[in-house]
């Protein structure tokens, strides 16, 4: 079993701060649709969003992944949001976390002899789980494999393990 730890790159960036004021709780709901709508402005798309209650009522976690035409990213935002205004800060890593880890495995499967040619990784809930099968291919004798990985992303860290131990053979092509 091929395990791998990393820390993700990530760069902060501040972004829109609207409002101030009092105004009532928003529900966890609210604050997924105000973000997912905020980040899919001029054709990005959000992939996956988690929020999670901050320590205050109107404070918020707020963790997304974005499509943006050819470039993929995972914010980590901190929101704070009442029924009359909003305001938040995100830090963003680029390419995203589930990219970050394919990129990972794809150095660690070159310095054993074999390509990682292919990978579809999705997020696998509303927590920072993600996972999917893996195309690789033994650059001596070129026999392709595919095999499942999963990873867990806590903070700016995150693990990935593929299970080598049960390769299901795909056709070369």
Do not use: H
Not at 50 to 71: A, F, M, P, Q, T
Not at 93 to 113: C, F, H, N
Not at 114 to 143: K, V
Not at 155 to 171: A, E, H, S, Y
């Amino acid at each position: 079993m091929l395990s791998i730890k990393s820390i993700a790159a990530a760069a902060p960036i501040a972004l829109l701060l609207a409002g101030c004021g009092m105004g009532e709780p928003v529900s966890i709901e609210e604050v997924e649709a105000k973000m997912t709508e905020d980040f899919s402005e001029d054709g990005a798309e959000v992939t996956w969003i988690s929020v999670e209650e901050g320590e205050e009522g109107n404070d918020y976690n707020v963790w997304i992944d974005v499509v943006d035409g050819e470039e993929t990213s995972t914010k980590n935002c901190d929101v704070s949001m009442t029924s009359m205004s909003s305001s938040y800060s995100c830090q963003t890593m680029t390419p995203s976390v589930i990219d970050q880890a394919a990129e990972l495995l794809r150095g660690t499967y070159t310095e054993r002899g074999i390509d990682l040619l292919d990978y579809e990784f999705e997020r696998t809930g509303e927590d920072m789980a993600f996972g999917g099968d893996a195309t690789i291919q033994n650059t001596a004798n070129g026999a392709r494999a595919l095999i499942t990985c999963a990873g867990e992303q806590e903070g700016t860290q995150f693990n990935i393990n593929c299970d080598d131990g049960t390769l299901r053979p795909v056709p070369a092509g």
